[in-house]
């Protein structure tokens, strides 16, 4: 069963966003939540499938990006829809920077916008988690939940990475032994799509294994093209 929680101090829009969200499906939970403390506290017990969230809450300001960064920690992976007064033109890259699905300005969006955005979420969400089980391959010291639920371990330590790097990381293994463009990783950024930024979370995917593994060197720069991912069993690259 599909769980979403709403975050918002104000009630008659924390009720018009819940009732939006019943209308785009049926057999949707939804958990509201008022105040900075309750929703932590919600985030930290229960697993939602989406969170939709204001970023000032009470005198809070900022109480909502606090919360993307606890969910990120606790809950890596999991979307959030930041519905907002602060102005987009700011807030939406800063939104962006700390992984959040999407960032819609109050006043300035319909009841469809949302709908159709809400549901984006979910369509995706599901498409990329087929199964629950950790993704491994045979010999290979990498595991990955394909519903980036739980940190990646390299060798049964855990990998500390942001949502994007992980994606990207993912990409890399999932096609192992085959170069994989600068392009084709565009479409896991969601922000930054140039090969500078990509290039940046290649090194800091590198950085993250090294501090588990100061051996590792399983991911390879083909130049102009992109990257591949060469690492076999036991951790050691391949011939």
């Given at each position: 069963?599909?769980?979403?929680?709403?975050?918002?101090?104000?009630?008659?829009?924390?009720?018009?966003?819940?009732?939006?969200?019943?209308?785009?499906?049926?057999?949707?939970?939804?958990?509201?939540?008022?105040?900075?403390?309750?929703?932590?506290?919600?985030?930290?017990?229960?697993?939602?499938?989406?969170?939709?969230?204001?970023?000032?809450?009470?005198?809070?300001?900022?109480?909502?990006?606090?919360?993307?960064?606890?969910?990120?920690?606790l809950r890596q992976g999991t979307p959030v829809l930041v519905v907002s007064a602060m102005p987009a033109a700011i807030y939406r890259s800063i939104m962006k920077a700390l992984d959040a699905w999407d960032y819609l300005q109050k006043t300035t969006f319909e009841e469809a916008d949302f709908i159709e955005t809400f549901l984006d979420i979910l369509r995706t969400?599901?498409?990329?988690?087929?199964?629950?089980?950790?993704?491994?391959?045979?010999?290979?010291?990498?595991?990955l939940d394909p519903l980036w639920q739980r940190t990646p371990t390299w060798g049964g330590e855990r990998i500390n990475l942001p949502l994007t790097a992980q994606r990207i990381l993912a990409t890399l293994h999932q096609r192992s032994g085959e170069v994989v463009s600068y392009e084709d990783l565009f479409e896991v950024v969601k922000s930054g799509r140039n090969r500078d930024n990509v290039r940046k979370h290649v090194s800091t995917i590198r950085e993250a294994l090294r501090e588990v593994d100061p051996q590792f060197e399983g991911i390879e720069n083909v130049p102009m093209r992109g990257f591949r991912w060469v690492v076999g069993a036991g951790g050691n690259k391949r011939a």
């Open positions: 069963m599909t769980r979403i929680a709403v975050i918002e101090d104000d009630l008659p829009t924390s009720n018009q966003l819940a009732g939006w969200i019943r209308s785009a499906r049926s057999g949707i939970v939804i958990d509201q939540w008022f105040t900075r403390d309750e929703a932590e506290a919600a985030l930290a017990r229960e697993h939602y499938d989406a969170v939709v969230l204001d970023i000032e809450l009470g005198r809070e300001r900022h109480a909502g990006v606090a919360l993307i960064n606890a969910i990120n920690k969400t599901q498409a990329q988690a087929p199964t629950t089980a950790a993704a491994r391959s045979p010999g290979d010291a990498l595991v």
